[in-house]
């Protein structure tokens, strides 16, 4: 479950795009909108530190009704700050993570130095928040003032992971320190080096993406897979420019194609996966063979390349006509190896079941999923 910061909503850039990375790496992710802001309904002059954090409750628990309760929490900004304080009190929640999140609450007082005297004589005031007019009470600088998060953090009994800029000039990277010193282990720090605040950078953006979901998947435990549903591989396309994502039981990958082929890079290309298969394949052939007969076999390494050439090119090829594929294959074995037990790893790289898929008669069956 993903919280924003303050008064921008679930549509901000870091927060789509960090929903949108996740998600194409399998994980489920709820955004949304604290009262008043967005699509959601309610005042947001009416609103404080303490209802966000009521709204992470409660969004908490339509999830949990919904589908799954979540396991693991991330906030941006004053979203960071809200998520520690709302962690203690979501039993299934196992991690948390914070990007440029502020130790305390009561910092974003410093946003609304030009409008304090006006709250304290009226009681509200309209203020300009990054180009945006939002009225607010009295009363929500009585909340920040009065929260405490130091105290939630200490008592997190979660795993933590802290995202901050050094070039941060909105909150300080002293913050991200106070946060770090307050929690208890297992809590690690990240530098987003050259990142603003906002984390407008796509490329940011992504390194936080794939940064919380390697740090994650080892406190928050997915669905175990049934036997017999490895082999069972979906894939998605996700978005423009040939972006394709790969699940594989609980693993993910990423397929695409170069851009001066019309695609974004988005990973490896379909036949470049189909060479990483075979090359994987070809290693752990080596590696049980090696294993079985207590061969001296210390490093393998699989080079491969693939090309279309002409039939009559190919010598060993049935077809004459036309144009076949080409794969080379080259074996790097490292280990005091004699020329008889390297020429036998050779002949057994051919044995390997990907490689024998591929030279023999394959059937595939397509149909369409009514």
């Known amino acids: 479950m993903l919280a924003h910061c303050f008064t921008c909503g679930k549509n901000a850039r870091v927060a789509t795009r960090v929903s949108r990375y996740l998600a194409e790496a399998g994980c489920g992710v709820l955004r949304f909108d604290f009262t008043g802001l967005g699509d959601s309904t309610g005042d947001f002059a009416n609103t404080n530190f303490s209802s966000n954090v009521q709204d992470l409750l409660c969004a908490s628990q339509a999830l949990a009704k919904q589908y799954a309760a979540p396991r693991l929490l991330i906030g941006h900004s004053l979203g960071g700050t809200a998520v520690l304080a709302a962690a203690p009190q979501l039993k299934d929640v196992q991690a948390v993570v914070t990007i440029n999140a502020p130790s305390d609450p009561v910092h974003v007082e410093r946003l609304l130095q030009n409008d304090l005297a006006s709250l304290e004589e009226t009681g509200e005031a309209e203020v300009d928040i990054g180009g945006r007019t939002f009225k607010i009470h009295k009363q929500f600088l009585a909340d920040i003032r009065s929260a405490c998060t130091t105290e939630s953090i200490a008592k997190l009994g979660r795993a933590l992971l802290v995202f901050h800029s ?10 991200a320190r106070q946060i770090f010193d307050a929690a208890r282990h297992p809590k690690s720090f990240v530098s987003l080096d050259g990142a603003d605040h906002l984390v407008t950078s796509a490329h ?15 406190y ?30 609980s693993h993910r990958l990423r397929a695409g194609e170069p851009e001066q082929a019309g695609g974004d890079d988005h990973g490896p290309t379909p036949y470049e996966l189909l060479l990483a298969a075979l090359g994987a394949c070809t290693s752990m052939t080596l590696r049980m063979y090696a294993k079985h007969k207590q061969l001296p076999l210390e490093a393998v390494s699989v080079e491969l390349s693939h090309k279309r050439i002409h039939a009559e090119d190919c010598r060993s090829c049935e077809s004459t006509e036309g144009r076949v594929d080409h794969i080379e294959r080259t074996l790097r074995i490292r280990g005091p190896l004699s020329d008889e037990q390297c020429d036998r790893l050779v002949e057994i790289a051919g044995k390997c079941p990907v490689h024998r898929t591929l030279k023999g008669e394959v059937e595939i069956v397509t149909r369409r999923e009514p």
Do not use: K, L, Y
């Open 166 to 175: 050094p070039r941060d000039p909105i909150v300080g990277i002293e913050n």
């Open 204 to 218: 940011d953006a992504e390194f936080i993406s794939q940064m919380i979901s390697a740090w994650s998947s080892r």
């Open 220 to 249: 928050v435990h997915g669905e175990t897979v049934p036997v017999g549903t490895r082999e069972r591989v979906i894939v998605d396309e996700v978005g423009s420019q040939f972006a394709q994502s790969i699940r594989v039981g």
